[in-house]
């Protein structure tokens, strides 16, 4: 739980603050935007909620907070324990694709994302296994597989895996991060694994990275993100575990498919036309090489 006493200094006055064991992964700026601010080195509440649906938005950001850095000091009840899955595009009934939230500690607070589907629902990457969360996704119908992008957002996989009976995918040069993977991708070229469903792998931020492409979405794990300042998609040379020759080589693969959203596990998301995304790729290839 947060601290008041470690309460960093930007923080403004009133009930909400940031402590300093914010690891600064933006969790809280991806969900409640007009509250929370990016400091030198954690997020601090720039503004205190004004209305109820600012208020809802920064009970979310407690919640999804991997390192329970946002403190509330008039102690309310979270209201919005039972929000997530979080919608972003289509409807959870059917076909649609959300935000878990809870996001994990083990992934440095990355996204994770449920895709509800009538051929069974999909994982794609792991938040932390609460009960709250796992209520709710079961009443979607639960889980048929667990897409990985890579080694480092794997968290609590495995104990989806088991509750759920699901199968989980993940690439061979990453295996090690998932010993018990049911399913493991080799090789470079695109997997067309299921109608709807193509795994590319995308080597360079990690050895065994891949992204996954569902009709117009695009999960990208770490390979690829928007920054909303720049307004332009960007990938991180400084958290290239791997190799960055090989990641500009699987961008530039990228470029032949077509998506309207970027979901990256750390970074902003985007809604985009296919045209706009392509250009988008080629620029930022041109200016990482």
């Given at each position: 739980?947060?601290?008041?006493?470690?309460?960093?200094r930007?923080?403004?006055?009133?009930?909400?603050?940031?402590?300093?064991?914010c690891?600064?992964?933006?969790?809280?700026?991806?969900l409640?935007?007009?509250?929370?601010?990016?400091?030198?080195?954690?997020?601090?509440?720039?503004?205190q909620?004004?209305?109820?649906?600012?208020l809802?938005a920064?009970?979310?950001?407690?919640l999804?907070?991997?390192?329970?850095?946002?403190?509330d000091?008039?102690h309310?009840?979270?209201?919005?324990?039972?929000?997530?899955?979080?919608?972003i595009?289509g409807?959870?009934?059917?076909?649609?694709?959300?935000?878990?939230?809870?996001?994990a500690?083990?992934?440095?607070?990355g996204?994770?994302?449920?895709i509800?589907?009538?051929?069974?629902?999909?994982?794609?990457?792991?938040?932390?296994?609460?009960?709250?969360?796992?209520?709710r996704?079961?009443?979607?119908?639960?889980?048929?597989?667990?897409?990985?992008?890579?080694?480092?957002?794997?968290?609590?996989?495995?104990?989806?895996?088991?509750?759920f009976?699901?199968?989980?995918?993940?690439?061979?040069?990453?295996?090690?991060a998932?010993?018990?993977?049911?399913i493991?991708?080799?090789?470079?070229a695109?997997?067309a694994?299921?109608p709807?469903?193509?795994?590319?792998?995308?080597?360079?931020?990690?050895?065994?990275?891949?992204?996954?492409l569902?009709?117009?979405?695009l999960?990208?794990?770490?390979?690829?993100?928007?920054?909303t300042?720049?307004?332009?998609?960007?990938?991180w040379?400084?958290?290239?575990w791997?190799?960055?020759?090989?990641?500009?080589?699987?961008?530039?693969?990228?470029?032949?498919?077509?998506?309207t959203?970027?979901?990256?596990?750390?970074?902003?998301?985007?809604?985009q036309?296919?045209?706009?995304?392509?250009?988008?790729?080629?620029?930022?290839?041109?200016?990482?090489?």
């Open positions: 739980m947060a601290d008041s006493k470690l309460a960093v930007e923080n403004v006055a009133g009930p909400f603050f940031v402590d300093r064991t690891i600064d992964c933006d969790a809280c700026r991806q409640a935007p007009s509250v929370f601010g990016d400091g030198a080195r954690t997020s601090f509440v720039a503004q909620p004004r209305d109820a649906g600012n809802r920064a009970q979310q950001a407690v999804a907070c991997p390192v329970g850095a946002i403190g000091r008039d309310r009840p979270n209201a919005a324990t039972h929000d997530f899955p979080l919608l595009d409807d959870l009934e059917t076909r649609g694709v959300a935000f878990c939230g809870f996001n500690r083990a992934s440095y607070g996204n994770s994302y449920l509800v589907h009538p051929d069974g629902n999909w994982l794609v990457d792991s938040p932390r296994f609460v009960r709250p969360l796992v209520e996704i079961a009443a979607f119908g639960g889980l048929r597989f667990i897409f990985l992008t890579h080694r480092d957002d794997v968290a609590d996989a495995a104990e989806f895996a088991a509750h009976g699901a199968q989980r995918i993940i690439h061979e040069g990453d295996r090690g998932a010993p018990g993977a049911e493991v991708i080799e090789g470079s695109p997997v694994f299921a709807e469903f193509t795994i590319i792998p995308t080597p360079g931020h990690t050895r065994g990275h891949c992204v996954l569902h009709e117009r979405y999960f990208t794990g770490d390979h690829l993100a928007y920054d300042d720049a307004q332009r998609l960007v990938a040379r400084d958290v290239c791997y190799s960055w020759p090989k990641q500009l080589e699987s961008l530039e693969k990228l470029a032949a498919y077509d998506f959203w970027v979901l990256p596990g750390h970074g902003k998301r985007i809604h036309s296919p045209d706009v995304m392509r250009t988008q790729l080629h620029r930022l290839v041109e200016r990482a090489a």
